[in-house]
């Protein structure tokens, strides 16, 4: 059942899409038809898109990841990282929203609270990772190294009956 | 009113839309509603909006069961599409009435969200 892959690619908003569904048709061959696949390809595109979107050179990354996590019982570990280089001011940002989520009570509504602020602003607003932590249970987490930031998007699942 | 007064579709290649008055207003959405087409998702609902009003429509319907996702931008816009229709004045206002296919994860998550910006003008049909 482990199996993880990375891609290394130029910016590009088309494939986005391309990917999500990638994702959600080798996780649905190895889940079979489960939640688990679509949640993944949910949290894949808008931790991507925002990696496309606020990336300040020629390279994004993604690394998708199903691990298992215990000898003794059938838990994985479900694990999405995008990382590329931005601008001073896009981390600050991000790394002020991933502390709102750590802070949040209520995911849902801190999702809420986001969309009605987002529509007055046009960008920066982080309603794709709001929304990947209020509809996928995932827990989001920021790595910031100089100008590169890494989103972790992960879930501990167990996958009883399958192996 | 004529038939081509109605005809508001788009291909975008990735997001297909339709919009037809038959007995009722309809907006069929198709494809992937994502970054790559998040103006054209605001300058549609913006012009069907402008449409249904002049029409004095009392209910649209937006097929999104075709719809394989839409990212967090593009659902933005449909909320600030229904908050901005709850602002109508009375004799524009009109119900969107929402047709889901809960097979389809997004659409299932995020009628949440839906129901809480909707407050009685927003109907969802899960069938």
């Known amino acids: 059942m482990n199996t993880s892959f990375d891609m290394t690619f130029a910016p590009s908003a088309q494939i986005v899409s391309v990917v999500r569904r990638f994702v959600l048709s080798l996780y649905e061959r190895l889940l079979g038809r489960d939640e688990l696949s679509a949640q993944l390809a949910l949290a894949t595109h808008e931790l991507l898109e925002n990696a496309v979107k606020y990336n300040i050179d020629d390279t994004t990354f993604l690394r998708v990841s199903l691990l298992r996590n215990s000898d003794e019982a059938p838990r994985f570990l479900m694990t999405i990282r995008t990382r590329n280089r931005a601008s001073p001011s896009h981390i600050t940002t991000a790394t002020e929203i991933v502390g709102r989520f750590r802070e949040a009570a209520d995911p849902a509504l801190l999702y809420q609270q986001?969309?009605?602020?987002?529509i007055a602003s046009t960008d920066g607003s982080g309603l794709g990772l709001a929304r990947i932590r209020a509809e996928t249970e995932m827990n989001v987490d920021i790595k910031v190294d100089g100008d590169l930031i890494e989103f972790i998007a992960e879930i501990e699942r167990n996958l009883g009956g399958r192996s | 009113m004529t038939a081509d007064d109605l005809d508001l579709d788009l291909d975008l290649g990735d997001l297909r839309a339709a919009f037809a008055a038959d007995d009722v207003l309809r907006l069929i959405l198709a494809g992937s509603a994502d970054f790559n087409n998040e103006v054209a998702v605001r300058e549609l609902l913006a012009a069907v909006d402008e449409r249904i009003r002049r029409l004095r429509a009392r209910e649209v319907v937006v097929d999104l069961r075709a719809l394989d996702f839409m990212n967090s931008s593009c659902f933005k816009q449909l909320i600030s599409w229904i908050l901005a229709a709850r602002q109508h004045p009375e004799e524009q206002r009109y119900r969107i009435?929402?047709?889901?296919?809960?097979?389809?994860?997004?659409?299932?998550?995020?009628?949440?969200?839906?129901?809480?910006?909707?407050?009685?003008?927003?109907?969802?049909?899960a069938g």
């Open chain 1, 114 to 118: 986001m969309i009605l602020a987002s």
């Open chain 2, 97 to 125: 009435r929402l047709r889901v296919d809960p097979s389809r994860y997004w659409q299932k998550r995020s009628l949440t969200a839906i129901s809480f910006f909707g407050d009685g003008i927003v109907i969802v049909d």
